[in-house]
């Protein structure tokens, strides 16, 4: 079905996505044996050049029905209450397949984290409902045009019911454009709000206007509110004032506010990584030539080739165990949040992970074409993907402030903040520095 705005441009709503029975998953173990056969289908896809700039309706499909979306949902909520690490594994694994998919349940991930700590009512039931049915959530917080990422435009006003009518168009809307409920903000002359928004209220436009050399499976286009009127049950206020349907006051941005998604993120480099290293070497033993040189009969023989594939096996197994030795203190870190140092380490654990899965993706997406020769360029294989997806995801947000957070805390002793708490300390330093503590 085709739906018109007022400016006349039109969208095509997705198919029914959910069309066979999910998986039920009973054990992490099962869980990360659904996110393999998941990847063996996703990356049959991923192969084919012609639908790299096709909206994966299939492979979001393949997520949901392995029900690895929904093995986050904690064991007090009726759910698997899967451990950090195996989630963090799950996105890797199936961003060896496709690192755009990956994304898509990276943010899913992170967004239904927030329905969890809802107040126990009928709102939340929904929304858990519609994970435990393979729903994905996404993410329309981000704005393009000013001067950082938190300034924003959006706004909203409330009508002559009371309700909040927003206005205003998000960009880099990672997974909305597949999903049923993504959050986003506004402004108002009441203060900032955040909301959930489910994809077919009135109002709501999702482009598919993501067009990028890489990540395009992540649908990280743009959404558009034109008169959206929300439902106050999932709008949340901010600036210290009461949430809707909550008794506490929103709290300022945690120290580790950000490691959560920074670590799944790590999760899908490290996975472009290994599926960069895999489609080498199936592309090596199927389909490469001898060069003149080499006094071999395979090119897989060749010295030299053996000695880069080995360079790239090195990269792919250090940001492996740096990711699963953050993800294991992340385990440990939930049942121990007012430690500081291990804070401190959990950060500093993190954005090393970030750092080097950066690296090996960009690394060996872009070297493998030195030994698999001029053909391997062909789009009919396709292989461009890894280095397309993992530099293109590796701009998320700046690697050298990882570098810098961590020189500045073994160098200078500064604490190695997410953004996020960082800038919440940069602002309450300009405005009332007395509280600085307070609010950290």
Excluded at 137 to 146: I, K, L, N, R, S
Excluded at 320 to 347: C, G, K, M, P, W
Aim: hydrophobic letters at 40%; aromatic letters at 8%.
């Amino acid at each position: 079905m085709t739906t018109t705005n007022a400016n006349n441009i039109q969208w095509e709503k997705p198919p029914t996505l959910i069309t066979q029975p999910l998986q039920k998953i009973t054990s992490e173990a099962d869980a990360i044996v659904a996110a393999y056969a998941a990847a063996k289908e996703i990356a049959e896809l991923a192969k084919d050049h012609n639908l790299q700039k096709e909206i994966p309706w299939r492979q979001a499909e393949i997520l949901s029905q392995s029900g690895i979306t929904a093995i986050g949902i904690p064991k007090a909520l009726g759910g698997l209450g899967a451990s950090i690490a195996t989630i963090v594994e799950t996105v890797r694994i199936i961003s060896t397949a496709d690192g755009g998919v990956g994304q898509i349940l990276q943010i899913h991930h992170v967004m239904i984290r927030s329905v969890f700590t809802r107040p126990d009512n009928a709102a939340r039931q929904l929304l858990l409902n519609d994970i435990f049915n393979g729903k994905r959530f996404g993410h329309a917080g981000a704005e393009t045009g000013g001067k950082t990422k938190f300034d924003h435009k959006t706004t909203a006003q409330r009508n002559s019911e009371g309700k909040w009518v927003v206005n205003g168009h998000k960009f880099y809307t990672t997974g909305s454009h597949l999903a049923e409920w993504f959050s986003a903000g506004a402004k108002t002359a009441e203060g900032d709000i955040g909301f959930l928004v489910n994809r077919n209220t009135p109002g709501v436009f999702l482009d598919d206007d993501w067009d990028a050399f890489g990540q395009q499976h992540s649908v990280s286009g743009g959404v558009r509110f034109d008169n959206v009127v929300l439902d106050d049950r999932f709008v949340n206020q901010r600036n210290n004032e009461p949430a809707v349907d909550s008794k506490t006051e929103p709290t300022p941005p945690v120290r580790t506010g950000l490691t959560w998604p920074q670590i799944l993120h790590a999760a899908i480099d490290t996975g472009i990584a290994r599926g960069a290293l895999e489609a080498a070497i199936e592309y090596l033993n199927n389909n490469s030539h001898v060069w003149v040189d080499a006094d071999v009969e395979r090119a897989v023989q060749e010295p030299m080739i053996i000695k880069a594939i080995g360079d790239y096996a090195i990269a792919v197994r250090t940001t492996e165990s740096v990711l699963r030795d953050a993800a294991e203190l992340f385990d440990e870190y939930r049942n121990t949040e007012d430690n500081h140092h291990l804070q401190d380490e959990l950060i500093l654990a993190v954005a090393t992970a970030r750092a080097k899965s950066d690296q090996a993706s960009v690394f060996i997406g872009s070297d493998i074409f030195s030994l698999l020769g001029a053909s391997s360029s062909y789009n009919k294989f396709n292989l461009n993907r890894f280095f397309g997806d993992a530099r293109v995801h590796t701009t998320h947000d700046p690697i050298r402030w990882r570098l810098h957070h961590i020189g500045n805390y073994y160098l200078n002793g500064v604490p190695p903040d997410e953004y996020s708490a960082a800038s919440a300390r940069k602002r309450a330093a300009a405005l009332v520095p007395d509280q600085l503590g307070a609010i950290l």
